[in-house]
């Protein structure tokens, strides 16, 4: 199976800021990478695929770059409804793996 | 709008069968892949397998021997069972529609409609 692995796993940020989340695949995966965020109680969004391409409706500050094994989101202004878990999903190769999600919180 | 709901039973007794159903509404399972995703409590997205339209399936092999997933076009549903469960199978449950999107000679695969989950506690 591959091993997806995220950091880090949760980060403190205000409201305004910039984060970016690592995920890192334990063989390359080329571009199969997506993104998910999941709110407490609810379940995931669908945000990107093809580890750059954004799903129609979410924000463009969502973006989301990488091949290969190395793979980042970026949230580039930090919005109060973006506190949530995200998590990155290969589709490389079965059985399908998610990474451990990174939880971002509010500072 | 493409919307999935999971129902089945909340409790399960131990090394008794789990069975779930999506039920699909704004389109159709006669395309594409549907998909069984599950969450312990507090932990991460476990996949546990897909069928595509035209009935072939693909299990996690961590699950295979206890996994099926199968269809009912008629009523535009998949289902879930799960056999000889136990504690570690308690969770929440979700079904999804796995999309792609065809570029550069390769699919690219991804969950783009989620049920809204249903727990599921294996208990005696």
């Known amino acids: 199976d591959i091993q997806m692995t995220q950091s880090p796993s949760s980060l403190s940020a205000s409201v305004g800021d910039r984060v970016t989340i690592s995920c890192r695949a334990s063989q390359s995966i080329t571009s199969h990478l997506n993104w998910y965020q999941q709110k407490p109680g609810k379940a995931p969004k669908f945000l990107i695929h093809a580890a750059s391409s954004l799903q129609s409706g979410v924000p463009s500050r969502f973006s989301g770059s990488g091949s290969g094994t190395d793979f980042t989101l970026t949230i580039s202004s930090l919005q109060p409804e973006d506190f949530a878990t995200y998590f990155c999903h290969q589709t490389y190769s079965t059985p399908w793996t998610f990474g451990q999600g990174t939880k971002v919180e509010f500072k | 709008q493409v919307q999935l709901q999971e129902s089945g039973p909340g409790l399960v007794k131990p090394s008794e069968t789990l069975s779930l159903t999506c039920s699909v509404s704004?389109?159709?399972?006669?395309?594409?892949?549907w998909s069984w995703i599950r969450q312990p409590p507090g932990k991460g997205l476990e996949y546990i397998g897909y069928i595509y339209y035209s009935g072939s399936t693909n299990y996690n092999p961590s699950l295979k021997s206890r996994v099926t997933i199968s269809v009912d076009r008629s009523k535009n549903q998949f289902s879930l069972e799960l056999s000889s469960v136990t504690a570690a199978d308690t969770a929440v449950y979700y079904c999804?529609?796995?999309?792609?999107?065809?570029?550069?000679?390769?699919?690219?695969?991804?969950?783009?409609?989620w049920g809204t989950g249903t727990t599921v506690t294996v208990s005696s």
């Open positions: 704004g389109d159709s399972i006669n395309s594409l892949y």
């Open positions: 999804a529609r796995v999309n792609e999107n065809y570029s550069g000679s390769q699919y690219y695969y991804y969950m783009d409609v």
